[in-house]
């Protein structure tokens, strides 16, 4: 069970679109639709802002997107703000409940 | 809403054990469609799930974990508990307690998160 692979850091200028890659193998993020991200602000309780690839809990702005093709999985953030300012985490269920993340990638609002 | 509490030592000498209690308030650990799981973060490392049980005793390890890792819940406190043996440095991080669909394994509830340091 390797962890997810993801850039360690994105960065863009606000009202700009930026979009984070979350790579898996075919045990994991290619074989389930059971994607999740998270953001983090250090210091605070991870929140969940996608799940099932594409899903959005309910009060998570639309701005955050997610999708999936083959093993990789990527969350897009558009209309950037200082707010979103970051660390984001995917997850992948890989059977018989088993869960993997990623290494997270630290998101800067120029 | 939905509150969980991670509690325990935040300093355990290595080779001992790591005891950590995640309290829930807002809400019950029986039943449902949820496990409870836990889940570390290393200092300057990504999130690594460690386990996650039903509370009816149905448990489930990260592998690499497995042999030292014992999860455990007591419904009359309406609390869960991660024990880890033999611990080294390597197992210093925050570590984090948090609710997680049957399906999906999506965590919805996490708690603050509690540093644990191995350290003599």
């Known amino acids: 069970q390797s962890a997810l692979t993801q850039p360690p850091s994105a960065s863009g200028s606000p009202g700009q679109s930026v979009t984070i890659s979350c790579t898996g193998t075919s045990s994991d993020v290619g074989s389930y639709d059971y994607v999740s991200w998270y953001q983090h602000h250090p210091g605070t309780a991870p929140k969940l802002i996608i799940y099932?690839?594409?899903q959005r809990p309910s009060g998570v702005p639309d701005r955050f997107s997610g999708s999936k093709s083959g093993n990789t999985a990527s969350l897009t953030v558009s209309g950037l703000q200082a707010e979103d300012e970051a660390d984001y985490y995917c997850?992948?269920?890989?059977?018989?409940?088993?869960?993997?993340f990623g290494g997270g990638t630290k998101l800067t609002v120029l | 809403q939905l509150q969980l509490q991670e509690s325990g030592p935040g300093l355990v000498k290595p080779s001992e054990n790591l005891s950590l209690t995640c309290a829930v308030s807002?809400?019950?650990?029986?039943?449902?469609?949820?496990?409870w799981g836990w889940i570390r973060q290393p200092p300057g490392k990504g999130l690594e799930w460690i386990g996650s049980l039903y509370y009816s005793g149905s448990i489930f390890h990260n592998p690499s974990l497995k042999s030292r890792v014992t999860i455990s819940v007591d419904t009359s406190k309406n609390q869960f508990s991660l024990k880890l043996n033999s611990v080294t440095a390597a197992d210093t991080a925050v570590y984090y307690c948090?609710?997680?669909?049957?399906?999906?394994?999506?965590?919805?509830?996490w708690g603050l998160g509690t540093l644990v340091t191995v350290s003599s």
């Open positions: 099932e690839v594409t």
């Open positions: 948090a609710r997680h669909s049957m399906v999906g394994a999506n965590f919805d509830y």
């Open positions: 807002g809400g019950s650990v029986r039943g449902g469609t949820y496990y």
């Open positions: 997850s992948s269920y890989a059977g018989r409940i088993q869960v993997v």
